[in-house]
């Protein structure tokens, strides 16, 4: 603050008496290209999931964040709201998000599929593949500094490995160029409580690494 004041005080001796702020386009851009995105990626036909869904889940939240979340495919109320994460395990997410002083509208939720498994089951290699470069294309406009993957389809399909979730939560890694941790799926954890403890150790490590970020 002291910095800028100085400045301030320099331009003025300098003879400089108004200053023209421009627009931020970059802001402004991210979320219209995100809008628009998601329109023209509404009817979708590019894997079998879109014969069973309702909508098109596209994703949700702060078009500049600086933390993404990733899980990995709508439910059943996602797919009939078009709206990522808003079932139990959204509910369970947001008070996630919370406990590190994180608001939802804070951060940009999505999946690694958009479309709605039937009965829920694990996301195909076909569905994942097909479905990827929108992620990518989403990451790349929004630029964050962080990535949370929030599960095992999450973290093998974007790591590229096959681990146990407890292997990769011991490290974090980099996921086009962004640093990138894992944790639990909310899912998981409304259905195995004893992970709620690890799963807070690793929004902790996270915090710690967001609190620094300018
Ligand atoms: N589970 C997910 O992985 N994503 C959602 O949007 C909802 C539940």
């Given amino acids: 603050m002291k910095s800028i004041q100085q400045y301030l005080e320099y331009l003025q001796l300098s003879g400089i008496e108004d200053i023209y702020l421009k627009p931020q386009p970059d802001r402004i851009f991210s979320s219209q290209k995100l809008d628009e995105l998601e329109k023209n990626y509404q009817d979708c ?9 309702e909508n098109f889940c596209y994703g ?3 078009p500049k964040a600086k933390l993404m979340l990733i899980g990995e495919g709508p439910g059943a109320d996602e797919d009939a709201t078009g709206r990522v994460f808003v079932g139990r395990a959204g509910q369970l997410l947001t008070k996630m ?8 509208d804070e951060v940009y939720i999505t999946n690694i599929v958009k479309c709605r ?5 694990n996301p195909l290699p076909n569905e994942i593949n097909a479905c990827l470069p929108y992620l990518e294309e989403q990451i790349s406009i929004i630029q964050p500094k962080l990535l949370l993957l929030l599960g095992k389809v999450a973290a093998s399909t974007l790591l590229n490995r096959n681990l146990s979730l407890t292997k990769f939560r011991e490290n974090t890694y980099s ?3 962004i640093k990138t941790y894992v944790t639990y799926h909310p899912s998981a954890l409304l259905r195995n409580q004893g992970w709620k403890r690890p799963a807070w150790i690793d929004l902790q490590k996270l915090q710690k690494d967001y609190q620094k970020l300018d």
Avoid: S
Wanted: proline share 11%; charged share 30%; hydrophobic share 25%.
């Fill in 45 to 53: 036909k590019k894997c079998p999931l879109e014969e069973g869904r």
């Fill in 97 to 104: 998000l919370k406990a590190i002083h994180l608001e939802r």
């Fill in 175 to 177: 996921f086009m160029g």
């Fill in 117 to 121: 498994p039937p009965n829920n089951r």
């Fill in 60 to 62: 949700n939240g702060n």
